[in-house]
């Protein structure tokens, strides 16, 4: 079928079946209505609202997949108009498109500009690190060669004709596909139903383009005197003769080649500098001075550019009744992993194929969605953290020049140590030297001073709940618990949190060092580390439940009340962990406040009577320290209460108290929780401001956990989740700190401590799973030096069990 003329009228609607009223209609009469044309041999009639390059791919796949459908694609713009330039695929999305398309794939192959390096310009230093492999095209010569393809095979294109509302198009055909962009109004139309959540961040950018190619891909800082400012750019083009295919389209093209540029700020530096008030052409002029060693001199054009704060957009559901939401209509990844394009044209693949193989179109949306979500929620916590770590940048420029490359290039967690170790050895070898590795020493095994104590290398075992005690005392269980990760090469293992009071206990199996017969039950433990496992140290965690307390063990009911003997609980506030559940705390008086402090020195003295080698102060997850930091948790009016200083106060004496009681050459460290996870709690900001007032006080380092301070919180679950607090808070202060949550592989660890985000790494669940989890990592790492030194009864298993050969011959012939 041959392209409509651009900006015809639009053609009518076809008529809806009489018995469409699809709003009153149940979900299942809704399936059997929505596959009626294909029951009775009726192909698909589809519409597609957006001739982005998701809209348009999903149009292609579906026609060729059924040359039947009807399908009509409505875009609101000419089909020469497009914002931003360059468009940046992976093998992997390109290895779909080959096999779904290959006269599209083939196209695209003759147009792309491919490149391995990245180059990291700080401080007038240029860094590159190569392996990266990229292919981009320019973003108009990709919508050609989709509306050729689409003219190719019949889809009918209606340019400069805004769609008709997706609730109308619903009637007439059997598919909608909302392909509409960020600010989809399909997706605000039905948000009762998609129920959209939309977050803007902290960041101002503009899509700019360089007549000329860069030679890879480009990151620059620059520091004004308004604040620090970032260059992203890639080339789209590639240096041409004239009688290059791609100079015989309508895209602007260099002899040079092109490149996207994108021009990135905090809004407070944006505005500092005047760029609020600057109109395109002013804008481009500015940037193209800030950045003109970049760009040799050269200027930067725009295209229908302005300046936008990027917006993070998540769906609950992703269809309605025979609607789809697809690309970023139901979702947005920042631009700085480049995936906007990509997870549209992957959705398009992912929705041809689940209608090609469900039975009914339900069920395929329904496929459809179950396949995309998981891709796109771990794509979205990627493009989270690099989003973060941009907004962050100004924290990170301290940095040594190698260190500041590799934590750029490590910044989303999806490009690891190992892994750019395999794409550039020389690079990861050059920052491992800066860090002070010795040759054939994984940054893990490196030791760590704090104080008197030397650790031998960075890997903690986190303080783990284990509910097991009787009247407070630690047992056998705790014995062989805490021995046998002593035993699994550990540099420091910590003990659970140890309450100073048994009213101060969570639940009635929690351990103690309120009696001298507890002490000495300790020393059993610290001894036999200290005898067995010579070289880790031993850390004792002080805490007291305040309004989280007199409640059953984890296995029978986490967080519920005894069914009886339950005790007095004591907070910074009268407010119960869960109203109607959980009892309500005494506010603690000055009185109160007195004893709970002696309560933490006489527990800490008996602690250096009992051997440990660091104590770390419990201020963190809701309990009695984390209690008072918390503004949703501490409503004081008086000097304890309000300001972050003030609800500092108490925490902050009863370190001083701690500190005082505990030997000078021993270490002190404490932990906090640097968010809430809910509204109106404690902020990143906040975090560093705690952060900053107890290293003052003489911590030696911060454990940096988040939540677990409010049971309606909503922690953005992921790999490493947490760690980007503390990341925060070491490069804010230059601070040593603890990093915990999720880390669950030494690949992690590695990629943490060299890119300069954490001093040690603690690992919870991974020690539980594997209690010689430091010693296997050694060994995956070919590493037996003194970091990772296997106690001589076990040093035969220090290499893995030989396993059955699975190889097979190789063929060497072909007959033909």
């Known amino acids: 079928m041959p392209r409509p003329a651009e900006g015809a009228p639009e053609s009518p609607l076809p008529a809806a079946p009489p018995e469409s009223t699809r709003a009153s209609l149940s979900p299942a009469e809704q399936e059997v209505r929505v596959r009626e044309p294909a029951q009775s041999g009726r192909s698909l009639r589809v519409a597609v609202i957006g001739g982005g390059p998701g809209g348009l791919y999903a149009a292609v796949l579906l026609k060729r997949l059924d040359p039947a459908r009807e399908i009509t694609v409505w875009e609101r713009n000419g089909p020469e108009d497009t914002f931003g330039f360059g468009v940046v695929l992976s093998d992997e999305t390109l290895g779909g498109i080959e096999h779904a398309d290959p006269v599209v794939y ?10 391995d390096d990245i180059d990291i310009v700080h401080r007038s230093r240029t860094l590159t690190s190569g392996g990266h492999g990229f292919a981009a095209l320019g973003r108009r010569r990709l919508l050609e060669i989709l509306h050729r393809r689409c003219a190719d095979l019949g889809v009918r294109l209606r340019f400069r004709t805004p769609a008709p509302p997706a609730a109308e198009l619903a009637e007439a055909y059997d598919l909608v596909i909302a392909a509409d962009g960020v600010h989809s109004l399909t997706r605000e139309a039905h948000a009762d139903v998609f129920a959209p959540r939309i977050t803007s961040h902290r960041c101002r950018y503009i899509w700019l383009a360089a007549d000329f190619a860069f030679d890879a891909f480009r990151f620059e800082i620059a520091e004004t005197e308004h604040g620090v ?19 015989k389209h309508s895209a602007p ?28 052409e002013q804008s481009t002029d500015q940037c193209a001075k800030i950045f003109a060693d970049a760009l040799g001199g050269r200027p930067l054009r725009g295209n229908n550019s302005a300046w936008i704060a990027f917006r993070t957009v998540v769906n609950d559901r992703w269809s309605h009744g025979n609607t789809v939401l697809l690309g970023d209509a139901a979702h947005t990844a920042h631009f700085s992993i480049g995936s906007g394009t ?6 398009a693949l992912a929705l041809a194929a689940c209608i090609e193989e469900q039975p009914t179109l339900g069920q395929a949306l329904s496929a459809y969605e179950t396949e995309r979500r998981p891709v796109v929620e771990s794509t979205q916590r990627a493009a ?31 490009v690891t140590h190992d892994n750019l170790r395999m794409r550039d050895a020389a690079f990861t070898d050059s920052v491992e030297r800066d860090f002070g590795c010795p040759p054939g020493t994984p940054p893990m095994f490196t030791p760590l001073r704090l104080r008197g104590l030397t650790l031998r290398n960075r890997v903690v075992v986190s303080p783990m709940d284990m509910y097991s005690a009787a009247d407070g005392i630690p047992g056998d269980f705790h014995l062989v618990h805490l021995g046998a990760r002593a035993l699994g090469g550990a540099g420091l293992v910590m003990t659970e949190m140890v309450c100073v009071s048994a009213e101060g206990r969570i639940t009635p199996g929690c351990t103690g060092l309120y009696s001298d ?53 004591s907070a910074a506030s009268a407010l119960p962990y869960r109203a109607g559940v959980n009892q309500v705390p005494h506010a603690l008086d000055r009185t109160g406040l007195n004893d709970i402090r002696e309560q933490f020195a006489a527990a800490t003295r008996r602690a250096a009577r009992s051997g440990f080698d660091l104590l770390e102060l419990h201020c963190a997850h809701g309990y009695l320290l984390s209690g008072f930091l918390s503004p949703l948790t501490n409503r004081r009016t008086d000097s304890y209460g309000g300001s972050l200083e003030n609800r500092l ?23 906090i929780s640097a968010t809430d996870w809910a509204q109106g709690g404690t902020t990143a900001e906040d975090a560093v401001g705690i952060a900053r007032a107890f290293a003052a006080h003489g911590a030696d380092a911060i454990d940096v956990s988040t939540g677990q301070v409010v049971p309606d919180e909503q922690p953005e679950y992921g790999r490493s989740y947490q760690t980007p607090y503390a990341d925060l808070i070491r490069n804010s202060l230059g601070i040593p700190v603890v990093a915990v949550g999720a880390i669950s592989s030494w690949d992690d660890v590695n990629s943490l401590l060299l890119a300069g985000r954490a001093d040690l790494c603690a690992l919870a669940r991974p020690h ?22 296997w106690p001589l009864p076990y040093r035969a298993g220090s290499r893995k069990p030989p396993t059955g050969r699975t190889d097979a011959p190789k063929p060497r012939l072909t007959l033909r």
């Open 106 to 115: 083939r196209a695209l192959q003759d147009e792309f500009v491919r490149w």
């Open 384 to 414: 989270a953290a690099s989003l973060r770590w941009f907004e962050e940048l100004a924290t990170y420029l301290e940095q040594p020049p190698r260190q500041f490359a590799f934590n750029l290039l490590t910044r989303s967690r999806r």
């Open 253 to 280: 093209q260099s002899r040079l080649g092109t490149s996207t540029v994108i021009i990135e700020m905090r809004e407070e530096v944006w505005r500092a500098a005047g760029l609020d008030v600057c109109d395109e």
């Open 768 to 789: 539980l799973h594997d209690p010689h989890w430091t010693l296997h990592a050694a060994a995956d790492q070919d590493y037996a030096g003194q970091g990772a030194l």
């Open 342 to 347: 990509k997870l549209a044209v992957e959705d």
């Open 649 to 671: 106060r108490f925490p902050l004496e009863v370190f001083d108290t701690v500190r005082g009681s505990w030997p000078d050459d021993r270490p002190m460290t404490v932990r």
């Open 517 to 569: 017969e507890q002490g000495a039950a300790w020393r059993r433990v610290t001894d036999f580390v200290h005898h067995h496992s010579p070289g880790t140290a031993i850390g004792v965690q002080l805490g007291h439940s305040g309004r989280k307390g007199s409640t059953k063990l984890m296995w029978e009911g986490i967080d519920q009340p005894l069914d009886q003997g339950n005790w007095p609980l």
């Open 229 to 247: 400012m970032q260059l992203h750019g890639y080339p789209f083009a590639r240096p041409s003769p004239d009688d290059h295919p791609s100079t």
